[in-house]
Structures are given as structure tokens and as C-alpha cells.
């Protein structure tokens, strides 16, 4: 009996503890998969891929510590890295033009006549589309002979370019290529911003003789403010991450011409001259810091928010 | 309404308007419409010369059909979906957890694990590759999709909870008081309170990361190789390859690649924007 009387106690001592610490408890119960596995395959790895930059390794073996080795041929002589580097800064350049075309579409778009729902969509859903499929689709659109590019160019009496076959045009080509999904994903960013525009500014300023240009820079865009910020980071992101379109529509060529670094790294870590790890993670920890100035301007900015909000 | 309404300008601006339209529209898509007309071309088009002009012949059902019965491309699109389909399920459940606990709970570091989750999405593929593939080769799961799904829902969760955790945010507080009043235990409340409120969220997020994982090529690239587990991301170069130049057959194999995401997003439109739009508004 009295032992009975004893677990029982235990038992419910336990529940009780529960009980009692229930709303501190829960939350980190809720928690433990998710950070879990985000730590292992996500927070981890960064600091992995740190560790293994000091070190030369082909991914099976051995790993040599090398120190600063990597790095320092990585900045002092990488012909391949320093064109990288220019070519991502182009891309960062470049793909922000996504912001101002995706507003102008949305403007455009910021009616209300029949059917203009479709077009909305329509205009839209190059995003969806996978970026192998933008890339090839772009890929033959520029053939010399059979893309229909050329084809209009010599209608306007121009023409033909081989447009990825040039070293000098080739990465623009693919930039253009890339604008394509990013521009629509900022126009429905900003038609949804355009929608919720308060519309009794909108007529005050009208009554204050406000138009066009003015009306836009100073009473519409400040309202746009948040979806002005959200494509900004899609787009940041989006230049930084660039290698699907580089991959299937030049494979870095012609002449390397189109290497950026996502692309440059994944060619060092997985060639088919062997793999070289060390320093394909030291490529990837100068592309992480490149992208941290970005990162911490993105979390502060959203952290003020945060604050504000409490 | 800015600009302003096209009909205040009279029916001949409001004609012109809607006669631009599609104008608009076709030159928009124009590098889509060349693909879609080459994939119903015949193959003696290519080698006459006719690229661009109307097809001679409409060999939809030939150029497709080999698609689906003469070259790899049903396995992709099954492997696909074999990879999309749990990697949603996983994500989305992890993070309606992680939601749940960042969003309703006050507690040391909450914003802190909130903002460690934001700052991991945001993170260059790159800088993950090497120790993510170590680590699925370690556990003898390279070239299988179970690799590849756990990679997903580990990177997805980040996104997820941004979503999930700012959705749960503006829930009625009220509500949750109310049920711990009644003495509801929490992991009840969660079931049987926020989890049927945050319906909309579990919509928009699942159509979402349906076309984010349906469409990643990186990672099918780095952590499998053959048509045993690779997406159709990765198989569509193969598929190239069997048919190299064969410009009607490849046109035809990429749009069957893209269809999934483009028909999930007709069909969910409303849940699609409003979660690709999350923060657009305040």
C-alpha cells in the first residue's frame, strides 16, 4: 500500500512540476525540432565551412592545415576569383533595376478594366517559373541562328549577336535573363502596396495640385516604404545567389567570363579535376561576408521594427 | 487610386488602354511564346530553317509524347514530387511549433532564436554546401531523397517561422487568455485554438514552398547524381543531352519541368500572393 501511495506521489510531484512551470516550460518544448535542425543543417555549417578554409582537403581524406594560405591566394593571385568578384558586383548593380521596372509594371497595371486580374497573373508568373527552365528558355531566345532575338534584331536591320558567346556580353545576357522572374516578383510586391495606399492622401494631395511625378515621390512611394524594403532584400539576396542561370546557360563560359563566385566555389569544391574543398569553403566564407553587410543591415532594420512594435 | 483610374481620362484612353494590354503582354512573354511555339513544331522545321514562323505541321502529341514515354522525364517529375511533398508536410509542421512558441510565449531569447532563424535563411548557399554534403554522405544518405528532403525542411524551417511566428502574432491575444483561464493545458491550446486560426498561413506557405523546393536545382545538383533521386530541376540537363539540338523535344521536356509549379500557382493564386506579399502592407 504505502509504496503504491509513493509513486503515485512521484507521479504527480511530476505532473505538478509541469504544471506549475507549464507556460515557461512549453515554449522550449515547441522548439527543441525545429532549432535542432535548423542548428545542425543550417548554423553548424557556417562555421564548418569556416574551419575547413584553413585547410586544404580533397573531402575524403585527411584534412592539411594550410592557415591563411587559401585566402591569401584567393585576394593576391585568382585571376578566375577576381573576375568572379566583378561579375557579382554587376549582378548586385544590375538586378536592382528589378525594383524600379517591377513599380513601373505595377503602375501600369494599377487599374480597374475588365480582366485586368489575368493579366495581373500573367504578368506575374515568370516567377514561378524554376530557374533552369528562365535559363534555357533565355538560352534560345538568344541563339545566333534559331532564337528569336536575332531574328527581330534583323528586322530592324541589326544583328546577329551571339549574345552568350560573347565574353564581353555574355553576363549581361544572363543578368537580363535573370531580371525577367525578379521584376515580376517586385511588381506584385509592390501592386499589393499600391492596393493598400490610403486613398483619401492620395485625393488630398490631387486637391493640393499634386501629379504625376511629385505625387509619386512624395505622397505614393513613402507609403511603399515596407514593399520597397522587402524587394530590396529578395533582390540583394536573389543577385548574391545567382548560379542556376550561370550553370545551364553557360557553364561559367565563354572563357569564364560569366563565373560569379556561388558559381566559381561549386566549380572548385566539385570539379572534375578533384575535389577541393579548403578552398572552395574559403571562396564561400568571402562571398558569406559579402552578404553578412547586407544580412546585418536586413536584421537591424527589422529588429528596429520589432522594438517599435513591442 | 494612383496613377488615376484610366476611365476618368474618357472611353477613347480607356479603349487604348485595354487594346495595349495584351500588346503588353505577348512582348512580354516573348522568349516563352518562341519556346511554346517550338514545342509543337515538327523536326523538318528546324532543319528547314522555319524557327520562328508558324509551325508546318502541329506535332503536339508526337513532341510531348516522347517526353513522356521516351526518355526519363515521368521519374524526375515522380522524384519531384517524392522530394516537394514531405519536405512541405516536414517545414510546415516544425514550424507552426517554433511559431507558436516565438509567438506567443514571452521568454529570455525569444527574439533572439526569431532573428537566428531569419538571419539562416538569408545566408548564402555556398557557405553550406561542403559540411551539408559531408554530413548527408556520412549518414549514407548521398543520392537518395531522403537527403535531400531533410536538407529542405532544415533551411525551409527558417522562412517558415518568420511566416508563421509574425502570422500567430496577429491572432487575438484574447483568445489564448481565455483558454487558460479555463484551465486548457497549452499544447491544447496550440492544437485546438491557434492551430485551426492559422489555416490561411498553412495554405499560402505550403504553395509556397512547393514551388521553392520544385524548383531548386543546387541542392539536387549537390546532393544526389542519377535518375534514381535527382528532381527534374537536375534531370532536365540530362533530358537535354539524350535529345541534344533537338529544339522541339527540349522546349517540350522544360515546359512539362515548370508545369506543377505554374498550375499550383493558378490554382492557389489567392494563398500564393498573399504569403510572397507578407509584409508588403503594414
Known sequence: ?310 | MFPRPIQQSGPAARLGYQAFLPLALALWHLPLIAVADFSVKPDADFTNGNYWGLPSSFEFVHNYGQVFFNSDMPRYMLNSFLITVPTVIGAIALSAMTGFALGIYKFNGNLLIFFMFIAGNFVPFQILMVPVRDLTVNMNLYDTKTGLVLFHIAFQTGFCTLFMRNFIRQLPFELIEAARVEGVAEWRIFWFVVLPLMRPALAALAVLIFTFIWNDYFWAVVLTQGPDSQPVTAGITAFNSQFRAAYHLMSAGSIVAALPPVLMFFLMQKHFIAGLTLGAVK
Not at chain 1, 578533384?274 to 566564407?285: K, N
Open chain 1, 1 to 310: 500500500m504505502a509504496t503504491i501511495a509513493t509513486t503515485g506521489d512521484h507521479a504527480r510531484e511530476q505532473r505538478n512540476w509541469y504544471k506549475r512551470n507549464e507556460i515557461a516550460a512549453t515554449p522550449w518544448l515547441f522548439l527543441i525540432p525545429g532549432v535542432l535542425f535548423f542548428a545542425v543543417y543550417v548554423i553548424l555549417p557556417i562555421f564548418q565551412s569556416v574551419w575547413i578554409s584553413f585547410h586544404e582537403w580533397d573531402g575524403l581524406g585527411e584534412k592539411t592545415w594550410v592557415g591563411m594560405a587559401n585566402y591569401e591566394r584567393l585576394l593576391t593571385d585568382d585571376r578566375k576569383f577576381e573576375v568572379s568578384f566583378w561579375n557579382n558586383i554587376r549582378w548586385l548593380f544590375l538586378y536592382l533595376l528589378a525594383i524600379p521596372a517591377g513599380l513601373f509594371i505595377a503602375l501600369f497595371l494599377n487599374q480597374t478594366v475588365r480582366g485586368i486580374r489575368i493579366y495581373k497573373s500573367l504578368f506575374f508568373f515568370p516567377f514561378v517559373l524554376s530557374q533552369v527552365v528562365v535559363g534555357l528558355v533565355f538560352s534560345w531566345f538568344y541563339l545566333p541562328r534559331e532564337g528569336l532575338l536575332n531574328a527581330l534584331l534583323a528586322v530592324v536591320g541589326m544583328g546577329p549577336v551571339n549574345i552568350l558567346g560573347n565574353p564581353d556580353l555574355a553576363t549581361y545576357g544572363i543578368i537580363a535573363a535573370g531580371l525577367w522572374p525578379q521584376t515580376a516578383y517586385c511588381m506584385i510586391l509592390y501592386l499589393t502596396g499600391l492596393n493598400a495606399v490610403n486613398p483619401e492622401q492620395v485625393e488630398a494631395a490631387r486637391l493640393d495640385g499634386a501629379k504625376g511625378w511629385n505625387m509619386l515621390w512624395y505622397v505614393i512611394l513613402p507609403q511603399l516604404k515596407p514593399a520597397t524594403f522587402i524587394a530590396f532584400v529578395v533582390t540583394i539576396i536573389g543577385a548574391l545567389r545567382s548560379f542556376d542561370l550561370i550553370s545551364v546557360m553557360t557553364n561559367g563560359g565563354p572563357f569564364g567570363s560569366t563565373r560569379v563566385l556561388s558559381f566559381y566555389m561549386f566549380e572548385e569544391s566539385l570539379s572534375e579535376f578533384g575535389f577541393r574543398m579548403g578552398y572552395g569553403a574559403a571562396i564561400a566564407v568571402v562571398l558569406f561576408f559579402i552578404m553578412l553587410g547586407f544580412i546585418t543591415y536586413f536584421l537591424w532594420s527589422m529588429w528596429r521594427d520589432e522594438k517599435e512594435a513591442r
